[in-house]
């Protein structure tokens, strides 16, 4: 076969298979337009994150929390909109793959697309819990509600953050199950990781105790644990001792509360614990047990029984732990 033949061959041949090398070539440019935008979001995603370490001269993510709030929020925003954006183009790109694929099928592009308009509307009562969930999902993520990384408390799940998508906000709780919430049936977002939090305790001390003289301890073992080199920076007001709680035969309730940056009131809630115990301890003042009691008058046969609060024998009563 010389060059002319070949050459003949050739463009015949594509001139049979045109169709199935346009198909392969709408595939080809679908795929690595995806790859392309795909680089991009995330080399920009990383650039911004990257900024953000370096401007507060910290190498994890996680040692923003000393850092002002601003910087961790954006870094878990870049990153939450960068997983929208993706999730945004590949349906984007794949919608149009598909419509360039049916025209070079010889399907009629504008009969399908008035069909799917047709269509659309006839099932957009069906599908309104998909749109409500794709609105909803990019208005939390705008208006900045929630981010990767967030400890939240939907209603309906609480937990960490693992994903935002356009649908669907991944939650991995405390005992590690992953929860997939639709974004439409989020009706509320309790961020307890954003601008900043507050440890709040309630201690029981003996009844007869002199409070003042408490109140002080409590104070300066606050005081000496936020002024304390790990705790110095987490730490954004001095601690406040709000005073009696409440009252009861065997104790009275002192409430303390701490302002502490976001994300840190569970680990500040148990060092501070530690530290009031070591400072009660060398006082000798001990926590008194609470002892609670309902009595029941529904029966005229059982008057007079009582039982304990949550639901043990009517001979027991409950030891309460203090609140925190």
């Known amino acids: 076969m010389d060059l002319g033949e070949f050459w003949s061959w050739l463009v015949e041949a594509v001139a049979t298979y045109s169709t199935f090398f346009r198909i392969l070539g709408v595939i080809a440019a679908g795929l690595i337009g995806r790859i392309i935008i795909r680089s991009v979001i995330k080399r920009v995603v990383n650039q911004v994150v990257t900024g953000v370490k370096k401007a507060h001269n910290v190498d994890d993510t996680s040692e923003l929390t000393a850092s002002p709030v601003e910087a961790l929020r954006a870094v878990q925003r870049t990153r939450t909109l960068g997983s929208v954006f993706n999730n945004t183009a590949t349906w984007v790109i794949a919608s149009v793959v598909v419509i360039l694929v049916l025209s070079e099928l010889g399907f009629s592009v504008t009969a399908l697309v008035a069909s799917a308009g047709i269509i659309g509307a006839a099932l957009g009562f069906g599908a309104q819990s998909i749109v409500k969930d794709l609105l909803n999902g990019l208005f939390m993520v705008f208006e900045d509600q929630l981010g990767v990384g967030d400890v939240v408390d939907l209603g309906v799940a609480s937990g960490v953050v693992e994903r935002v998508g356009i649908r669907v906000t991944e ?6 199950t992953l929860w997939y919430v639709r974004n439409g049936e989020i009706l509320r977002v309790g961020n307890q990781t954003q601008d ?3 440890v709040i305790m309630d201690l029981p001390v003996p009844y007869r105790s002199n409070i003042d003289d408490i109140q002080d301890l409590l104070l300066e073992t606050a005081k000496t644990f936020a002024h304390s080199p790990q705790w110095r920076r987490k730490v954004i007001e001095e601690p406040e001792v709000w005073g ?22 569970w680990d500040a809630e148990r060092a501070l614990y530690r530290a009031l115990k070591d400072a009660l301890d060398t006082r000798g003042i001990d926590i008194p047990a609470l002892n609670r009691m309902i009595v029941e008058n529904t029966d005229s046969h059982r008057q007079g029984q009582a039982r304990v ?16």
């Open 171 to 176: 939650i991995r709780d405390v005992s590690g």
């Open 196 to 198: 900043w939090s507050r």
């Open 244 to 265: 009696i709680q409440s009252l009861s035969a065997e104790a009275i309730t002192l409430r303390l509360v701490v302002k502490v940056r976001a994300g840190e009131q």
């Open 309 to 324: 609060a949550d639901g043990a024998q009517s001979t027991t009563t409950e030891s309460k732990k203090p609140k925190r």
